[in-house]
């Protein structure tokens, strides 16, 4: 059993290093324009998702996406940005940042995404958001205040200079330390993009331990 297991786990890494050693700039990923800096300042290689909650490709990338973020190493960390590429967009972003502020956002996410893509709501007006909300253990004057408050336009701010800076038009987008933009059209597929966001995160660890050394 243990034998099988090192054999597994020995394979598994050798799998890694070949898809890190056979990723292409320009092909399976590009780097962007400016690096920006994401996630906390704590030495863990970040990987951030930047998507809009109307995004039937986002929605679809949930569940390879979230099956890849269960298996990740102590070293690297995951986080989601909204994307503020017109008003709807907006508007779900600061659901989203709400949400987050609230405390419900684990809870809020995926049936916030089932809700627009399963059920045909459009969760666009501050009222609508706050009854949905509501049922999360929060009331409806919680939910109002939140989403018109200073800490949500601040995190707007941030997003669409974020945005602007990765100099992003499109979603879903992994951002993999800051610096590279792994896309649907660059890693081949939706199911692919965990995969070449995982050869990117062993290529900076790779450079981290030879700095160090």
Same mark, same amino acid.
């Given at each position: 059993?243990?034998?099988?297991? !090192? !054999? @597994? ?29 994401? @996630? ?75 809700? +627009? ?11 609508? +958001?706050?009854?949905?909300? #509501?049922?999360? @253990? ?17 995190? +707007?701010?941030?997003? #669409?200079?974020? !945005? ?10 992994? +951002? ?11 890693? @081949? ?16 660890? #790779?450079?981290?331990? #030879?700095?160090?050394?």
């Amino acid at each position: 059993m243990l034998k099988s297991l !090192m !054999m @597994g786990l020995a394979g598994l890494s050798l799998s890694t290093m070949a898809v890190a050693a056979s990723i292409t700039e320009g092909e399976d990923y590009t780097v962007a324009p400016n690096q920006v800096e994401l @996630g906390s300042d704590d030495g863990k290689i970040n990987v951030t998702e930047v998507f809009w909650y109307g995004c039937p490709h986002c929605y679809s990338l949930e569940d390879p996406l979230n099956a890849w973020v269960a298996e990740l190493p102590d070293d690297v960390e995951f986080e989601r940005m909204p994307a503020t590429l017109g008003e709807t967009w907006v508007k779900h972003a600061k659901a989203f940042y709400a949400a987050q502020q609230l405390e419900i956002l684990d809870e809020v996410h995926e049936d916030f995404f089932d809700a +627009i893509h399963q059920e045909g709501e459009q969760l666009t007006e501050p009222a609508d +958001i706050a009854a949905f909300f #509501s049922d999360y @253990g929060v009331s409806e004057e919680q939910a109002l205040k939140a989403l018109d408050g200073f800490g949500v336009k601040s995190q +707007i701010n941030r997003a #669409s200079a974020t !945005m602007r800076n990765l100099e992003l038009m499109g979603v879903p987008a992994l +951002i993999v330390d800051g610096r590279y933009i792994v896309s649907p059209s660059t890693a @081949g597929s939706l199911d692919n993009m965990p995969r070449i966001a995982e050869a990117l995160v062993e290529q900076i660890r #790779s450079e981290q331990e #030879s700095g160090a050394q």
